[in-house]
């Protein structure tokens, strides 16, 4: 890649989605009968609504929306025990920018903020490795959250803090990964899928071998992705051809910054300071076997939820969703966000009811920001 500007080169995407069309023509979609998939990335379908990617493909593709936001998919009695923990007097508590809305059963983690409690926005566990070292009187606790993308610095943050021997950090572990709620979802028998487009971000740290069950297994072709414009349009056209010919494979549309075997450092720092839980609760898909990770007992001095007695450790605490709010749904791509009753009246950016709403990669956000015509507003709320 020399310029960005050439994954948005407006000749070369009328020429990609004319290919698109016809290969939609060949296969016999319409949209009465369309071929669906799945973009799994929040971030991809951020990108498709921007782009109005959505509106320029044609009628016979349906996107369905996957449950590839971390902050989405986290489910509320997490966040709960995120505002537990951070009430204590003895607590810092450090979070990313998108977990700061995302509603608990009682209040939100800004909400405990605004009643006190000492919790700080950070763009990395670095950051909060650097509050514990000029606060040692105090706990520090970063909230962990996140795909294989973003766990990596928080293992090697782990690290970093066992090498220092820094007794006042620890991570409140909600790091989950993707080829588990994938299979879930292959498994459900109300879901049709006919292929994905596949994570650009995590696979840059898994590489693409994970998701060669996805064709080997259930027979379902998967192209990675990146994000921009092109990428995503040549992914598109990508499935499509595999779906025409017959094929199920795990291609790599994302070369220039996907390895096939993924970051060998990355996942060395993971292997070392994770294993996977026995299970995980995902919104919208429930209990999940081996999807979530958690610390192991080489660094339990700083597992948070060993510390204050929280999470899995102290039992699974089950919270039901707001009366009338649809995540669950819209998460797993049942329902479009404009299905949900709440979309647009009772939940909206300023005031969410539910987290699709606040991360920037929730699919309701994507919609309310680029995607819902004042009709689908309309026609949601009637």
Not at 65 to 92: F, K, Q, T, W, Y
Not at 200 to 229: L, R
Request: hydrophobic fraction near 40%; charge should be negative; proline fraction near 8%.
């Amino acid at each position: 890649m020399r310029y960005v500007e050439e994954f948005r080169d407006p000749i070369a995407a009328r020429g990609v989605l004319a290919a698109i069309g016809k290969v939609v023509d060949q296969i016999g979609a319409t949209a009465e009968n369309p071929v669906h998939i799945m973009e799994i990335c929040g971030g991809h379908t951020h990108a498709i609504f921007r782009y109005g990617l959505d509106r320029l493909t044609p009628p016979g593709i349906e996107f369905i929306h996957g449950p590839g936001c971390p902050v989405c998919v986290l489910p509320m009695s997490r966040i709960d025990e995120c505002v537990e923990i951070a009430e204590r007097p003895e607590v810092i508590f450090t979070t990313f920018g998108d977990a700061m809305r995302v509603p608990g059963s009682a209040k939100s983690l800004m909400q405990a903020k605004a009643d006190g409690a000492d919790i700080r926005m950070v763009y990395s566990p670095l950051d909060a490795l650097e509050i514990a070292r000029r606060n040692p009187d105090r706990e520090v606790v970063f909230f962990g959250l996140g795909f294989e993308t973003t766990t990596p610095s928080t293992a090697l943050s782990i690290q970093q803090a066992a090498r220092e021997e820094l007794g006042n950090f620890s991570v409140f572990c909600n790091h989950i990964t993707v080829p588990p709620p994938i299979k879930a979802l292959l498994d459900d028998p109300h879901m049709v899928l006919d292929g994905f487009v596949g994570p650009g971000h995590v696979s840059m740290v898994i590489g693409t071998h994970p998701y060669d069950f996805i064709a080997q297994v259930y027979g379902k072709p998967i192209v990675v992705a990146g994000f921009e414009p092109l990428d995503l349009l040549q992914s598109v056209l990508m499935v499509l051809e595999q779906i025409r010919d017959g094929r199920a494979e795990v291609e790599n549309q994302y070369a220039r910054i996907v390895p096939e075997h993924g970051n060998s450092v990355s996942l060395a720092a993971i292997a070392d300071v994770y294993e996977p839980r026995p299970s995980f609760e995902w919104r919208g898909l429930g209990e999940i076997d081996a999807s979530g990770l958690r610390i192991r007992p080489a660094y339990v001095a700083y597992d948070a939820e060993e510390k204050f007695g929280v999470g899995y450790g102290a039992g699974p605490r089950i919270v039901s969703e707001p009366e009338g709010c649809a995540c669950g749904q819209v998460m797993t791509g049942r329902i479009k966000p404009t299905g949900c009753p709440q979309y647009g009246t009772g939940c909206t950016p300023e005031m969410p009811l539910g987290a699709l709403m606040v991360s920037s990669e929730g699919a309701c956000a994507a919609y309310y920001q680029y995607g819902a015509t004042e009709d689908a507003v309309t026609e949601a709320v009637q």
